[in-house]
């Protein structure tokens, strides 16, 4: 099985609240990200093309930033990324029609506030903590304003958290019409393409037909 089957096996199991596909989550992204107003689900799926070399990486952002994770699996690779895991993360294992659990998530204890806020544009990091009566934010650095958040007691991760989920279901409806005008302009162009390859295959062949001649011509010499 490949990613988009098993996807498509995924989305109906995300009731409520919105899901969010390759978010940018630390150095990778997150395959897919179920957002409601009380958690966020992060998870990681590997069809059979899949390999697991980067699956402590991206544990190691999704640990950060999830409150819950699962990694979304063929039979495949069950018995070598098992050990990969920590107890907390959930295992779900697809199949040709239907996903079954291997495993459950449970809760992560281990999100931290400034990878947390990274999911967010940095202004919108800004104005919650000015929201927060902290002073001379908005003059601050990314790298001053994440400073803060890993230091400072005056943000309850619980609120960051629902911020960030707020900011990020907001956001939704403008990713859906970015993502519905970047399939137009995909279909607009897919006949030039078209074109344009067929071109370069003809002039190609046509190079190819003028060496082979060439090369006969010096043989009958």
């Not at 992204?29 to 093309?49: L, N, Q, S, W």
Request: hydrophobic share 40%; aromatic share 6%; net charge positive.
């Amino acid at each position: 099985m490949n990613d988009p089957e098993i996807r498509a096996l995924l989305y109906p199991l995300l009731q409520d609240g919105i899901y969010v596909d390759e978010l940018p989550t630390g150095t990778t992204r997150a395959d897919v990200v179920h957002i409601t107003p009380h958690f966020m689900h992060g998870y990681e799926v590997k069809g059979d093309g899949d390999t697991l070399q980067r699956v402590q990486n991206q544990l190691r952002c999704y640990a950060e930033v999830y409150d819950f994770v699962t990694f979304v699996v063929t039979e495949k690779h069950l018995d070598k990324l098992l050990p990969l895991l920590p107890e907390w993360v959930g295992v779900l294992v697809a199949s040709d029609t239907a996903l079954r659990q291997h495993r459950a998530a449970a809760y992560n204890a281990t999100v931290e506030p400034a990878p947390l806020a990274a999911l967010l544009l940095l202004e919108e990091v800004k104005q919650f903590l000015l929201a927060r009566g902290l002073v001379g934010v908005s003059q601050m650095r990314k790298a001053e304003v994440h400073h803060l958040l890993r230091t400072t007691r005056a943000v309850p991760l619980s609120h960051l958290a629902q911020h960030v989920r707020e900011r990020l279901t907001l956001r939704m409806p403008q990713r859906l019409l970015d993502r519905a005008e970047r399939k137009l302009e995909r279909q607009r162009l897919a006949p030039l393409r078209r074109k344009l390859k067929q071109k370069r295959a003809a002039t190609a062949g046509k190079r190819r037909k003028k060496t082979a001649q060439k090369r006969s011509s010096l043989f009958k010499k």
